[in-house]
């Protein structure tokens, strides 16, 4: 390509995702032959149920393999709807249904169909690490407000009533989060909620994609649930990624009060990727509709698992872990370690040097907080083996204890 060649300015403004290479790394690694364990993804080690494959392999053989409406198929938009009634007590026609090729596009749709240079979108932070790209690329402006172990990792009315000002947009809300797994409990969205009824120009996107992954007999609610007078300027986004582990099928979904917005989302989509896969979207349809007497065992795993990983991790020198109400990440302190020197002579100044010094010496690969606007820490997830994990917990221990 000619040096001459020019990118545009909006790539400069964005970050490569951090996730994505600390995955890319550690596959490399093991094709090189190291003995690696991969803490970075974010999907469900369990594979799709053999029901909704089934429903895959049906859609094929009925030819169901045409385009379909850029927004998705009637009979998934109405699969959806029923959802939400049944799960949400949220009531949503057919028109007000966008459905896209996973949980990303549906949020960057809705960012580039109503964000306008200037436009602020509040984002607690951590924050999962796409959405302030996401918004920039949109041409907004994110406005990370940090939410830390004091807050358990969770938005405050107080701390939302300060970020909001005359540009703001959106609020940007995700419970159970990425990468804390911190999820907020009705009270607390009633909270948030009466702050906004006072700011009508501001309007809330919910990231539910982790909604079934609760844990300890925590009830689930999202905020237009809570707060009806809020339905008409709510977002509800969701998909079938991680409770049905679908993540590579590419299905995710949202439903709106405002059938304009839903419009304006459809023209994005008919502009850039057109509808999602034809197949994926009748699977998606078998996911929704079929059985879900999967979801109670699949939880209690990761509840097994979080369980473990949060009394390793606290068991590491320096590491202070929470115990996370739901998803599959927990997101320890290590402010502990900080200033410490590894045994390759390295000083551990942030948690970028952490997670690459844990990298080198014991081939674990973990996130570094600093990616999810939130330091010193790191994001662990145990979306994997229990063996992997209980290996992983012993290296994580030993690369601390050899920290001097």
Not at 32 to 49: M, Y
Not at 298 to 320: F, I, S
Request: glycine share 6%; with cysteine; hydrophobic share 40%.
């Amino acid at each position: 390509m000619s040096d001459t060649f020019r990118f545009s300015d909006a790539l400069d403004r964005v970050k490569p995702s951090a996730t994505i290479a600390v995955t890319t790394k550690a596959n490399e690694l093991k094709r090189a032959g190291h003995d690696v364990i991969g803490l970075g993804a974010g999907e469900p080690d369990f594979d799709t149920p053999d029901n909704i494959k089934e429903a895959a392999i049906q859609a094929i053989r009925d030819g169901k393999t045409k385009y379909t409406p850029a927004d998705g198929i009637p009979e998934l938009k109405e699969a959806i709807c029923a959802k939400f009634q049944r799960e949400n007590d949220l009531t949503y026609t057919p028109s007000q249904i966008h459905i896209a090729p996973g949980g990303k596009p549906v949020i960057y749709n809705a960012f580039l169909a109503t964000l306008n240079p200037g436009d602020e979108v509040i984002i607690p932070a951590p924050y999962w690490v796409s959405y302030p790209d996401m918004v920039l690329l949109a041409s907004g402006t994110p406005v990370p407000v940090e939410c830390g172990p004091n807050a358990n990792y969770k938005l405050t009315p107080e701390a939302l009533e300060a970020a909001i000002t005359p540009n703001t947009k959106w609020l940007l809300l995700n419970s159970p989060s990425n990468p804390t797994g911190a999820a907020y409990t009705k009270d607390e969205l009633r909270g948030l909620a009466d702050v906004l009824l006072r700011h009508p120009q501001v309007w809330v996107m919910t990231d539910d994609m982790y909604e079934h992954l609760v844990y300890d007999d925590f009830e689930y609610f999202t905020i237009a649930q809570v707060e009806p007078a809020l339905y008409d300027r709510t977002l509800t986004v969701n998909g079938v990624s991680k409770a049905y582990a679908m993540t590579g099928w590419r299905i995710g979904y949202a439903g709106g009060g405002s059938e304009k917005l839903i419009t304006a989302m459809r023209k994005v989509i008919s502009q850039t990727t057109s509808n999602p896969c034809s197949i994926s979207q009748w699977a998606a349809v078998e996911a929704l509709n079929g059985t879900q007497d999967f979801l109670p065992e699949r939880r209690a795993a990761y509840q097994k698992r979080r369980d473990m990983v949060v009394a390793g991790l606290n068991a590491a020198e320096g590491l202070t872990c929470p115990t996370p109400e739901g998803a599959f990440y927990v997101y320890p302190s290590c402010a502990g370690v900080i200033g410490k020197t590894s045994p390759s002579g390295k000083v551990i100044e942030t948690d970028k040097d952490f997670a690459a010094e844990l990298l080198e010496q014991e081939k674990v690969a973990i996130v570094f907080g600093e990616a999810f606007g939130l330091s010193p820490a790191f994001r662990v997830s145990y979306a994997t083996s229990t063996e992997a994990l209980q290996e992983a917990l012993k290296r994580i221990q030993r690369f601390c204890a050899n920290l001097s």
